[in-house]
């Protein structure tokens, strides 16, 4: 479907939960890599995003997020379909650009890359680096899943 596709992890890997982006994109790596995809770690998400965005024509963004679900639950949106609550900065996201800022920059840059989001609800982001009780249950699920929207959306 689309030429050049990148699947790109966020998060903060000792922060609980907010590292499920990365771990969900090394796990991606090792069960379901696909070609002609780039697999990119984004960690806390630089400007450097930014940039690399506009060489592809698709990206999914795989980040945890805070959205009022069920913990480990995984939902996979357009950015553009994206609803950031009026007065909320955060834009689900924890990073130094978080999800709202993406969708400002994207906008305001003319980047025409088609980014999906691949959001998990986090429940704890304390410091530390092992995952929430729920997410480590779904962990395998939410990967099956996110393969499968790259399979049958970005491919």
């Known amino acids: 479907m689309f030429k050049k ?6 998060g ?3 922060r609980g939960d907010d590292g499920i982006g ?3 994109l090394g796990s991606l790596l090792n069960n379901f890599k696909h070609q002609p995809i780039d697999y990119l770690n984004f960690g806390i998400a630089s ?3 930014m940039h690399r965005l506009q060489d592809y024509d698709a990206a999914l963004l795989i980040d945890g ?5 069920p913990a480990g639950e995984l939902k ?10 009026e007065g909320d900065n955060r834009g689900f996201s924890s990073h130094e650009l978080n999800l709202k800022d993406i969708f400002r920059l994207t906008r305001h840059l003319g980047i025409k890359t088609k980014i999906y989001i691949a959001g998990i609800q986090v429940q704890d982001t304390g410091f530390g680096e092992s995952l929430s009780q729920p ?3 779904n962990l395998e699920q939410i990967t099956k899943q996110i393969d499968n929207f790259i399979q049958e959306r970005l491919l």
């Open 22 to 24: 990365v771990i969900i």
């Open 47 to 49: 400007f450097d995003l």
């Open 12 to 14: 903060n890997s000792l």
């Open 5 to 10: 596709i990148a699947v790109i992890g966020l």
């Open 135 to 137: 997410l480590k249950e």
């Open 65 to 69: 997020i805070s959205a009022g679900l």
């Open 76 to 85: 996979i949106f357009d950015l553009e379909q994206a609803v950031f609550p």
